[in-house]
């Protein structure tokens, strides 16, 4: 079986030596009664490469970049050329203090979060009838996975803790409020919710009936109607949507000084708004979506206030919800702010099995012909989706998901050929936040035959989605703290990553992304973009797979450090 990973890290370059030195670090495991797996005390780590430095409170990596340039001539003929870029990327070792203002704080996935940080930070258990469970990250991929970082002499695999692998923001650091156009205290909130056991639900609630929502934006005409009657908590702007994005901004000015934050991260987790217009002179460039928020105009949604009120007072923006929040001005407004935008939708349950079953299918080689998904569910998010406007808006960000996997085969699509797709999403109270979701998938097989499968998923709705929230924030905030430039330019400026975080796409649904850059949606291929490029921020190879040293007798090995020096000799 796979080795686990020796010691919790502090990270593998905990004792890189400062200053332009070679890496060797040996670090002896930490107290092995705090956590199960683990190797014997005794034993020791070591990274060895001259690829990575300490500089005061940065860690400065050397990657060299590989892809390939592929062209055509005019018979059609591909050239493939490979080329490579050589990264130095910084990454700022210590996590900055960092709040998170959700808006629809009250709301399911809102109580469920701080539930879920207060739970975790005090350590709580509860009883059902199926035994004690105690409090935990599980469907977190920052918080509950690992990355391959190598294997031992005799093959075995050895994987870190992602969240141990480079320094991360830490569950119970993160300081949290928000607005709700519902104003029950979250104790109330996380009862109406349901979503956890009642005795863990007793624990929490003298924590939790202090916070209350900030009153939020309520535009009547985005959200369903039926929404009307929660709506006791709203800013009396009186529909001027100026007057709300200064209100917005102040709430962000108050928390971060209140709680002496470094940053604020704000994210969307309330209701799904129907689709807006996107046209030249409304909201086509960042002064266009200021002009009119001033003038009050009636395509500008709330979400994209709150959008723009972050973006100004410089503080990232990730929308969860499926409508398109993030139209071309507001994504310039983030390009102009130099902060971080990321979305569309959290991907949880349904569509997360869509896009590995989708990959799986036309990797192997079976064209999909149709695929059929059904949905019922009876929270809040599913009433409010009842609505037609607001289902539409759902409906497109859970149907993409195939195309880029299509995309990839022209051997079995061709010209515009395309599975067809049909979503559907209905209401059903009793089952409240457990959602269930049933697809059909029918492909053609060899010599045309058909293969049928039928997949039923029982989704705990708010419980598969708040870990991705905290994912969302944990990565967001990594990312805040990264730059990078030509390694073979060292005077050359330091940059950010570009302004729309495409890495994110792993947790949701819709991917957003930068002007030019395909939209990924196989799963697979998003986490290792993830994993990869945390590997490159220590310097260490992308994982590819090929086990050329079982599969082959291999050539002799020698170190980065002898190759580099071979070479200048």
Not at 1 to 15: A, K, N, R, S, V
Not at 199 to 205: A, N, T
Not at 479 to 508: C, E, G, M, T, W
Request: net charge neutral.
């Amino acid at each position: 079986p796979p080795t686990p990973f020796p010691f919790p890290l502090t990270h593998i370059f905990t004792q890189i030596r400062k200053k332009k030195k070679k890496v060797n670090m040996s670090k002896s495991v930490a107290d092995p009664s705090r956590a199960t797996h683990r190797f014997a005390s005794t034993l020791a780590s070591k990274v060895n490469t001259p690829n990575t430095t300490i500089d005061g409170d940065t860690l400065v990596s050397r990657y060299e970049y590989r892809r390939n340039i592929v062209e055509f001539d005019n018979k059609n003929v591909a050239t493939i050329t490979p080329l490579e870029h050589e990264y130095e990327f910084r990454t700022t070792l210590t996590p900055a203090k960092t709040g998170l203002l959700l808006v629809g704080l009250g709301g399911n996935n809102g109580s469920t979060l701080v539930g879920g940080l207060l739970a975790n930070r005090a350590g709580l258990e509860w009883r059902t009838k199926e035994g004690l469970h105690r409090a935990n990250w599980k469907g977190s991929l920052t918080q509950a996975t690992t990355v391959y970082i190598g294997a031992t002499a005799d093959g075995k695999e050895v994987h870190a803790p992602m969240s141990q692998l480079v320094p991360m923001l830490k569950p119970d650091d993160i300081v949290v409020s928000g607005w709700d156009i519902n104003g029950a205290s979250l104790d109330a909130a996380m009862e109406r919710a349901g979503v956890f056991d009642v005795d863990l639900q007793r624990q929490l609630s003298p924590l939790m009936a202090e916070i209350k929502p900030m009153p939020s934006i309520y535009y009547p005409d985005f959200i369903a109607a039926n929404q009307a009657d929660r709506a006791d908590n709203v800013k009396k702007s009186n529909g001027n949507k100026q007057q709300d994005l200064d209100a917005v901004r102040a709430d962000i000015r108050k928390f971060k000084k209140e709680h002496k934050l470094d940053k604020v991260i704000v994210l969307w987790t309330a209701n799904t708004e129907r689709f807006c217009d996107v046209e030249a002179g409304l909201n086509m460039t960042a002064d266009e979506v200021l002009a009119s928020i001033k003038a009050s105009k009636d395509e500008v949604a709330p979400s994209q206030i709150f959008a723009a009120a972050a973006l100004l007072e410089n503080c990232a923006f990730i929308n969860g919800s499926p409508q398109n929040t993030l139209v071309p001005g507001i994504m310039e407004l983030a390009k102009r702010q130099g902060q971080f935008v990321g979305g569309d939708d959290f991907k949880s349950g349904q569509t997360k099995l869509k896009s590995v079953l989708m990959d799986f299918l036309v990797s192997a080689g079976l064209k999909v012909e149709s695929i059929v998904s059904y949905n019922h569910l009876g929270n809040n998010d599913g009433k409010n989706l009842s609505a037609p406007k607001q289902f539409r808006s759902k409906e497109i960000s859970k149907s993409n998901v195939v195309d880029d996997m299509v995309a990839a085969n022209r051997i079995l699509y061709q010209g515009d050929d395309h599975p067809d797709h049909c979503v559907v999403i209905k209401y059903v109270p009793h089952v409240g936040d457990s959602k269930r979701a049933m697809d059909e998938y029918t492909s053609s097989i060899f010599m045309d035959g058909k293969n049928t499968l039928v997949i039923h998923n029982t989704c705990e709705d708010s419980l598969l989605a708040t870990p991705i929230i905290l994912d969302l924030v944990i990565l967001t905030e990594l990312f805040q703290r990264v730059q990078y430039r030509d390694a073979k330019l060292p005077q050359s400026p330091l940059r950010q990553f570009n302004h729309v975080l495409s890495i994110l796409s792993f947790l949701l649904k819709a991917p957003v992304v930068n002007d030019g850059e395909p939209v990924v949606n196989a799963l697979t291929k998003q986490q290792r973009a993830i994993t990869n490029t945390l590997c490159a921020l220590v310097g260490l190879p992308p994982d590819s797979d090929m086990l050329l040293e079982h599969r082959t007798i291999p050539p002799k090995s020698e170190t980065v450090a002898d190759s580099r020096k071979r070479r200048r000799n």
